[in-house]
T-cell receptor
Framework: DVKVTQSSRYLVKRTGEKVFLECVQD?????MFWYRQDPGLGLRLIYF???????EKGDIPEGYSVSREKKERFSLILESASTNQTSMYLC?????????????FGQGTRLTVV | KQEVTQIPAALSVPEGENLVLNCSFT??????LQWFRQDPGKGLTSLLL?????REQTSGRLNASLDKSSGRSTLYIAASQPGDSATYLC???????????FGTGTRLKVLA
């Protein structure tokens, strides 16, 4: 089974802290994604990566950065956490091309910034 | 801007009913479309992926169809069960870059 694992299910951080959300996949997928999910707004893409050390901005990158030093790991960084970043964060991965580009998601990290 | 709309937003049905969830999108030039299920407080589970060259995909009691010309996809659930209760999300890939755009989902409740 494909497995996408996020390091934490729940996190509580203080305003201004630097926050790291980690995601690891075990299927040798090229693509990795970070989304956030908010009531009434659905899932919105923050950043994605097609390859190691490669990153591209999604729809809402402000206040976030990412790191991909190894193919299986994609980290989301909140440089200075703010209360409006309280949300559910979801990581996903998929193959870059071919017949099967199905995306697989992790279990989510619910982040609360106080 | 590409948009994805799912109707209805919520649905409550008795166990055993066949039901259809609808997804419409503004750009017919999609590369593929994926249907997901999400249980409360959890991540997304992939249900079906339809490639742009396909018209439908089936998995067990689930059947998803794709009509690119009209900008619509439907998810058909046969003989619904209480365990099917969840939020169902459709997500087209418009650009071929595997960046899926999500609808806000249909929240389904199947009553025993």
């Amino acid at each position: 089974d494909v497995k996408v694992t996020q390091s934490s299910r729940y996190l509580v951080k203080r305003t201004g802290e630097k926050v790291f959300l980690e995601c690891v996949q075990d299927m040798d997928h090229e693509n990795m994604f970070w989304y956030r999910q908010d009531p009434g707004l659905g899932l919105r893409l923050i950043y994605f990566s097609y390859d190691v050390k490669m990153k591209e901005k999604g729809d809402i990158p402000e206040g976030y950065s990412v790191s991909r030093e190894k193919k299986e790991r994609f980290s989301l960084i909140l440089e200075s956490a703010s209360t409006n970043q309280t949300s559910m964060y979801l990581c996903a991965s998929s193959f870059l091309g071919g017949a099967n580009t199905e995306a697989f998601f992790g279990q989510g990290t619910r982040l609360t910034v106080v | 801007k590409q948009e994805v709309t799912q109707i209805p937003a919520a649905l409550s049905v008795p166990e055993g009913e066949n039901l259809v969830l609808n997804c419409s999108f503004t750009d017919s030039a999609i590369y593929n479309l994926q249907w997901f299920r999400q249980d409360p407080g959890k991540g997304l589970t992939s249900l079906l992926l339809i490639q742009s060259s396909q018209r439908e995909q089936t998995s067990g009691r689930l059947n998803a169809s794709l009509d690119k010309s009209s900008g619509r996809s439907t998810l058909y659930i046969a003989a619904s069960q209480p365990g099917d209760s969840a939020t169902y999300l459709c997500a087209p890939d418009f650009s071929g870059t595997y960046k899926y755009i999500f609808g806000t989902g249909t929240r389904l409740k199947v009553l025993a």
